[in-house]
């Protein structure tokens, strides 16, 4: 695997094409580290898989350049959707969507519907337009970390999730720090009104505000998990993240630079507002397994902003038993 830490234009024109030739490419977006390969090819695609330890059946993200691409991968698209589209990509929205003939079953876990996002980063948007420039049509990307782990918000944590389970020929795109810092806000479009699966920084008021009609938020309901991001337990690091009781002397401390840090406790990060939070949350947790500390004690945002997002990971990623 080769890290590409200065991406000049020619750098990236040599990264899609080694998309084209079936590659894999980890690119930086505004949320976390994609995990990228050619959409339309099995194969490549077949190595997402095998290099996440992902169960074949989870559906992928498309990433497009622009919304004038979204006819290539979907049908019979809502008023609605395309005004979320049009609103908010490039950033940190997904829309689920019917698929084209062009979304194949290996992409949509053998669904009729496919999920399309445009990401906003430089790096991410010269490599998909370099990429279509070469005849691509679309990059399946995952997160790049291991299934069920934390996402990558930097360089640096790809190489260490992923590093061992790439190839010579395979690249990492250095871009920074994510600015997001979690997952993009997942939308269902494919009914009459729009549900969110998975919450993100386009936030259901925004959502609401937007399309003017009812929005669902299916994260808040329990039966339905459609998305891995859905199931139960889910972005974790090995230690236990603990939201609630007591801190004890020797836990990771995670929480809003306002609150004080317990005695005996590790800070981890002191973020000064939400969005601050979830830019370094994955990054408090990386920190947390690297010093192997048992316990992270994490005091939740609240907000009807990032906040609800922050707290479906931290609900999420704690639902492992915690033994204490
Ligand atoms: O911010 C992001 O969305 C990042 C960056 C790299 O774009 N990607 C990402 O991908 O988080 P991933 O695969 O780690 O999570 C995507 C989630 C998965 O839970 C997947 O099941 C869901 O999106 N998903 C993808 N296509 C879907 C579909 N057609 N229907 C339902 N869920 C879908
Ligand atoms: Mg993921």
Known sequence: M??????????????AKS???????V???????????DACNEKAVAR??????RPPNHPLIVHISSIAHLDEWARDIPEYALKLARNFWPGPMTLILPRTKLAKD??????????????????????????????GLGVAAPSAN??????PTSARDVIDELGDRLLDVDQVLEGGISQVGIESTIIDCTGENPIILRPGAITYKMIKNLVLSEVRQEHLSSNKLRAPGMLQSHYQPNANVVLSGEVKSGDGFIALNTQATPIGAIRLASPRNNSEYAQILYKALRLADSKNIKNVFVVAPHG?????????????????????
């Open 19 to 25: 998309l084209v030739d079936g590659n894999l490419v």
């Open 48 to 53: 997402i898989y095998e290099a996440k330890g």
């Open 146 to 151: 291991k299934f069920g782990k934390v996402s």
């Open 106 to 135: 290996f992409i949509t876990g053998s669904q009729d519907n496919v999920g399309l996002r445009v990401p906003e980063h430089t790096v991410a948007l010269t490599l998909l337009r370099e990429f279509e420039a070469l005849g």
């Open 27 to 37: 690119f930086p977006t505004e949320t976390v580290y994609g995990l990228g390969a």
């Open 2 to 15: 080769s890290i590409i830490s200065n991406c000049t234009a020619s750098a990236i024109k040599a990264a």
């Open 304 to 324: 009807d902003d990032i906040a609800i997002a922050i707290q479906d990971r931290l609900q999420k990623c704690s639902t492992k038993i915690n033994k204490r």
